[in-house]
């Protein structure tokens, strides 16, 4: 099996939105490994976004990421999980994210884009090490 890290970002806990986004990863066909709600400090989010960092939008970034609580899940499907995630994700600016996806359903703004999927199998592997070690 495959996991990747998925985050409902605080704007979609705040919009009641987070089993919305759970029920669509489980009923895609993947299956729940973790989940924390939890508030990503600073220096959490630092090491997540860590490729981010020195961009113009980078603070603003950890101050969203950390302004409420956010849902932090590990989800498992049979191969690249990852993609699968991020195709249901849509592409990152909600406003031009396509129907059916989580952002094109329920986004408009850049930074305010629900969810968080990881972009690759060794990003995937990086980040679940951040949020769930036991699970590394
Ligand atoms: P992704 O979440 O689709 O992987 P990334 O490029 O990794 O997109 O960016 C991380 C997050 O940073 C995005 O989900 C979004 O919330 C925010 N972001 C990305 N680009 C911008 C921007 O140009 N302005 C403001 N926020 C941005
Ligand atoms: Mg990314």
Redesign the pocket.
């Known amino acids: 099996m495959d996991r990747t890290l998925v985050i409902a970002k605080p704007d979609a806990v705040e919009r009641g939105l987070a089993g919305e986004i759970v029920s669509r990863l489980e009923r895609k066909g993947l299956r729940l490994v973790a989940a924390e709600l939890r508030v990503i400090d600073a220096e959490t989010a630092g090491r997540h ?1 860590e490729e ?1 960092q020195g961009k113009a ?1 980078y603070d ?2 950890v101050s969203f990421i950390g302004r409420s609580p956010a849902l932090v899940l590990v989800v498992e499907g049979p191969e690249d999980t990852f993609k699968v995630v991020r195709t249901m994700m849509g592409t ?1 600016n909600p406003a031009e994210a396509a129907p059916g996806t989580i952002r094109g359903d329920f986004g408009i703004e ?2 305010e ?1 629900l969810v ?1 999927g990881s ?1 690759s199998r060794e990003s995937a592997a990086r980040e679940i090490a951040i949020f769930f070690p036991h699970l590394a």
Do not use: E, K, S
């Open positions: 976004y981010h939008f603003d970034l990152t850049l930074t884009n968080h972009d």
